[in-house]
C-alpha cells in the first residue's frame, strides 16, 4: 500500500517541479528574450516575484531524487550511470544558475559584475531545463542501452538524439510560457503586462511548435508516442481538457484577468504530465532491450519504502502549509522593504 | 588519470566544498538569532545592522550550500552506483527526513531575508531560529547516514543479496551519535572563530569598531564554547572508532604494533615499510587507556590487520594529527577569551588579543575538512566497512577524470567568487550596515 503512497510523491514532486521550479527558470528564460531596453525592468519583477520562494522551488528536485534513490535504487543508478554526461550538465546549470541569481541579489556593491551575473543566469536558466527536459525523454525514449559494448550506445546515444532533445526544447518553451503566465500577475504596470502577454503568446507558440517537433522525432525514432497519448480515453481526455482550457485561459487574459490564469496554466500541466506518464505507468525508463525499469517491480525492500513513505507523509505536514503560507504572505508586494538594501 | 581515483577525488573535492558552506549555513542563522534577540529586546538599532549584514551572508552561504547538496545527491549514483544500488534503501532514512529538514530551511531562510517590516516581529524571529534549527537537523541526518558506512547495520548479508533490511535501525546506527555530535560542534567551533576572525580583523584596523565588536563577541562565544568542548566529543569519536573500526584508528594513532600500554604517538612520520614511526612523542598506555578507559588493554595495530583492509597510513594519521593539533590551539584561544570576558575586559581591543582571533580565522575549517579526511580516507579500502569495497563501487563510465577537471574549475571559481563577494560585503558595511558612523565614537 505504502508503494503507492511513494508513488504519489513522486508524481507530485516532479509535478511540482515542472510548474513552480519550471517558472522559476522561465523567469531566466524570459529575461533571455527581452530587449535591452525592457531588461532591468523585467528583471526587478521577476527578482520581486520569485526571491523568496526561488530555494524551495528546486526542493522539489531533491524530493524526487530522494524517493528514487530510497525506493528505487535500480531505477536512479541505472539513470545515472547511462545518463551521466546529461545529469552532469544539468547539476552544472544549476550551480550556476542558483549562485549567480543569489550573488547578483546580495552583492554590496553594484557594478559591472551584475552584467556577468546576469549572463550565467540567463545561459543556465534555458541549459538547466533543457537536460532536464532531454534526462526525462531520454528515460522513456528505449535509447538506455544497458547491454552496450563501446562508450558511444552507452553513454551518447542514451540521451543524444532527436526525440529527447525535442522534449528538451519543449520543457524549455513550457518554462517560459509558465513565468510568462505567472509574471502577468505581478506586474503594476499596463506596458509591463502587455509585455508579458507578448511573451507568453510568444513561448506559447514556441511549445507547440515543440511539442510538434516532438511527435515528428518520436515517429522518427519509432517510439509509440501517438498511442500513449491518444491510445487511452485518458490520454485523449488529458489533452481535450488542456486544449479547452488553454482557449479559456486565453479569453481570460483578453478580459484582464490576472490570476486565475495561472490555476488555469497548472492545470494544463498536470494534464501533460499525466498524458506522458499514464500510458507506461508504472515503467519509468524504458530499455533498448524492450526491457524496462518498473516503479512496481524495482521496488527497494518494504521496511524502506514504508520508512520512505511515513517520512513523506509527515514530511508534507510541516512543508505544504509552510509553503503555502510562504507564498500566501508574498502574493501582496507593497509593504516590506523588499529586497533589503 | 584513473577512474577509480578521478571518482574517488571528485567526491572529496565536492564533500570538502560542500562541507563549509553547510557548516556556516546551519550555524551562522544562530548568531542571528541572538543579534536579532538584541535588538529586538534592546531596540538598539546597532544589532539590526549586524543581524542585517549577517543575514546577506547567509544567503549566500546558503545558496551555494544548496546547490552544492543538490550535486552531491546526484553524484552518489553518478559515481558509486553500485553502492547506492544496495545502500540507497538501506541507509536513505535519514535523506528521507533531511529533504523535509532541508525543505523547512529553504522556506524558513524566505521568510526571515524578506520578511523585514512585513510580520509580527518575533514571528519574523522565529523564522530565522527555524533555519538554524532545520539545517542543524540536515546536518545530523546526512552524519548520521555516513555513519553507518562506517558502522553499517539493518540489514543481513546472504549470498551477496541485502536482506532483512530495517531502515531505522540503520539510521540509528552505532556511530551516529558520537558523528553526528563531533561534527555539530565542530561547526560551531569552525563558524565561530571564522566569523571572529574577520571581525576581529575590522576591529583592529579601527572601522566601525562598535558594530565589528558586537558581531566579533557574539560568534566568538559561540566558536568558544564549542572549541572547549570538542575534546569531550573526540573522546566519545575516538571509542567509537576503536570499537568498531580498530584499522581506521590504527592508521589515525600509526600504531602499527599491537600489545599491552599501547602508546599515543603525538606527530611523526610513519614508515609503512618498516612498520614504525620515526621522530614521534609516545606516551606509553595512552592510547590503550583512550580506546578502552585501562592503560594496559593492548589497543589492535596495523600488524593484525590485512594489507589488504588498511587504510592509507600516512594521510591519516597526519590529517589527524593536524585536526587534534587545531582544535587544541582553538580551545586554549578559547579559555584566553573567557579569562578576557570573565576578569581582563580590556583585552578585547588590545592588538595580540585581537591578531591571535584573526591568525585563528581558518583553523576551525581546516580542522574539520582534516577530520573528514580522516573518516573518509580512514575507511578506505571500504566504502561500507568491512560489506562493500570502494573499487567495486565505482561507475562503469572511463573519463571520469574529466568531470573531476570540471567540478575542480568550477568549485575553484566559486571559492574565489564567495570570497570576492564577502570581501565586497565587509568594504560596503560603512555604507549599507553601519551608517550611525558611530565607529568614531569609541
Redesign the interface.
Known sequence: MMIYVVMGFLWMALLLYLVMGGADFGAGIIEMFTSDANKSRTRKTMYNAIGPIWEANHMWLIIAIVILFVGFPVIYTTMSTYLHIPLTIMLMGIIARGTALTFRSYDAVTDNMQLVYNKIFVYSSFITPLFLGIIAGSAVSGRIDTEAADFLSAYIYSWFNLFSIAIGFFTVALCGFLAAIYLIGETTEESETKRFIRKARFMNIAAVVAGGLVFIASVEENIPLVQWVFGNIIGVLAVSFASISLIVMWYLISKGKRYIIRVLAGFQMTMILLTTTYKHYPNIVILKNGGYLSLIENRGADKAIEGLGIALLVGSLFILPALGYLVYSFQRKDKGDVVGH | MDNFMAARSQMALSLGFHIIFSCIGMVMPFFMAVSHFMYLKTNNINYQHVT?AW??GV??F???G??????L??????LW??F???????F??P??????A???E??????F???????NKWFHWFTGVIVGVSGLASGILVVAANAWMNSPTGFKLVDGK??D????KAMFNPAWFSQALHMCVAAFAATGFAVAGVHALMILRKRNVGFHMRSFRIAAIFGVVAAILQPLSGDISAKMVAKRQPAKLAAMEAHFKTEPYSPLIIGGIPDVKNQKVDYAIEIPGMLSFMAHDDFKTPVKGLDQIPLADQPPVAVTHYAFQFMVGLGMAMMALGVIYLIALAKKKSWFTKQWFLTLFIAATPLGFIAVEAGWTVTEVGRQPWIIQGVMRTKDAV????GIGY?FY?FTA?YFT?SI?VIF?LY??I??VPV?YDTTAESSAH
Open positions: 542585517k543575514s546577506k544567503a549566500i546558503f545558496a551555494t544548496a546547490v552544492s547538496g543538490t550535486v545527491s546526484f553524484e552518489l549514483g553518478l552506483p553500485t547506492m544500488k544496495h545502500a540507497g534503501p538501506i536513505g532514512m535523506f528521507s527526513l533531511e529533504g523535509t532541508f525543505f523547512i529553504a522556506i524558513a531562510l524566505g521568510f531575508l524578506y520578511g523585514w517590516g512585513r510580520f541485502y536482506t533490511i530495517d531502515p531505522i561507475t562503469p563510465m572511463p568531470s570540471l568550477v566559486l567568487a563577494l565586497r560585503q568594504k560596503m549599507l
